[in-house]
């Protein structure tokens, strides 16, 4: 069992229990899953570019991505209907709560300049987050990126608010902005 679900399921679902007044340990928020996605669009003109943006999110991730295509041509954007415009994995279970620890404990202090990610969610009890580089994963041999990447995280919950989806993700380790 990964170390952050042991933690999870020994400490965090009762202190959320107690914190929030559940009737019923059922109702206790919990991570369903994790997203990662990547925007190519500009990466779309190079096959190449395209393909060690794939390896890339694989490394990260552990598994391999699906790529996202364009529904509808739209002339302005010179984008046409089925072109690659990004790349998205889903992950669930033991590779969702491993990432995670890796993310928490590893990649964040690597974060330039960081303090901490805004408390704002959806307002669903999901919580999304962009990074504007991927090398900031240790996966990654540094000598192989060619161009910066940024990144969309989402942290989706079983939590039915904001302030219980932030309480959660907290626990677990995810720096927030401190209030000042």
Same mark, same amino acid.
């Given at each position: 069992?990964?170390? /952050? ?6 400490? &965090? +679902?009762?202190? =959320?229990?107690? *914190?929030?007044? #559940? ?55 010179? /984008? ?6 990004? &790349? +998205?994995?889903? =992950?669930?279970? *033991?590779?969702? #709560? ?83």
């Amino acid at each position: 069992m990964s170390r /952050l679900k042991k933690k999870y399921n020994e400490e &965090i +679902k009762a202190a =959320l229990q107690e *914190k929030f007044s #559940y009737r019923n340990c059922m109702l206790v928020p919990k991570l369903t899953k994790v997203v990662i996605s990547m925007g190519i669009a500009e990466a779309s003109k190079d096959k190449n570019a395209v393909q060690d943006c794939l390896n890339e999110v694989v490394l990260i991730s552990g598994q391999k991505p699906i790529l996202t295509r364009s529904r509808k041509s739209i002339s302005n954007f010179k /984008l046409r209907e089925g072109q690659a415009i990004g &790349i +998205k994995v889903t =992950l669930r279970g *033991k590779r969702m #709560y491993d990432f995670l620890d890796r993310f928490f404990n590893i990649s964040c202090p690597r974060i330039r300049d960081f303090r901490g990610f805004e408390t704002k969610c959806d307002g669903k009890g999901n919580y999304s987050l962009g990074l504007e580089d991927q090398q900031i994963f240790p996966e990654l041999n540094l000598d192989l990126v060619k161009r910066t990447q940024g990144m969309n995280v989402t942290f989706v919950t079983t939590a039915a608010s904001d302030a219980e989806c932030v309480e959660l993700l907290k626990m677990l380790g995810l720096p927030f902005k401190q209030a000042a």
